[in-house]
């Protein structure tokens, strides 16, 4: 079991944009963003369309490339790094080994059926095909994507079945630090009963979540706290407080 030390701290994050199309004009994603994750929390961040949530999402997962401010994550191994400044190439090895996204949408090679995308995770950590595809097989029956389906390549399904091909990709490999972007957004009632159990299962094995919700009633069921964001600038509450 892991200290209850923070897994996560971010301090002063500031990251703008300049829009060529209108004419070099700066926009802020979020600024002075400061808050702490601990291990196996399931920290939510809410707030308007526009007030900077992914902003946050993407900078710790490095999409984006902070202007300000420190992110500092603890790896597994309980090393300090800051995820602004560390080299591209421990990015990507974090990313392979501990760190997963998930973002509303499926963008994979076209033509790979849904079982060999959701086993891709556990081959390159090194699992044999055969296992690798059987356990892939019981996150796709989990999320609900039927058997006949398996085989069958992303442009087949809907929105919602992508999106819960993209969880089972990221959960399967039970990453330390797991990154949601609207994991209920396009989800009838039922599968996000699914979703929901499914992600607190994968909490309850001691992933750390951070994850955005406009979907209040799942994030009451999952969340520990809240960081409410507004036009670039949050503040940490209590769920019952959002709620």
Known sequence: MEERVEILRIKSLFKSFRLIALGSKTIVGCEDVNLLVRPGEFLAICGPSGSGKSTIIKCIYRTYLADAGSIIYRTGDQRLVDLCRVPEQEILALRKSEIA????????????????????????????????????????????????????YPSFFSGGEQQRINLARAMITRPRLLLLDEPTASLDADTRQTVVKALKDLKGKGTTVVGIFHDLESMRKLADRVFVMNSGQGDTRKVAEII
């Open 101 to 152: 996204y998930v973002s509303q949408f499926l963008r994979v090679i076209p033509r790979v059926p849904a079982l060999d995308l959701v086993s891709e995770g556990l081959l390159r950590k090194g699992w044999e095909l055969t296992r690798a595809r059987r356990e892939a097989a019981e996150y796709l029956k989990m999320m609900n994507i039927e058997r006949s389906h398996w085989e069958a």
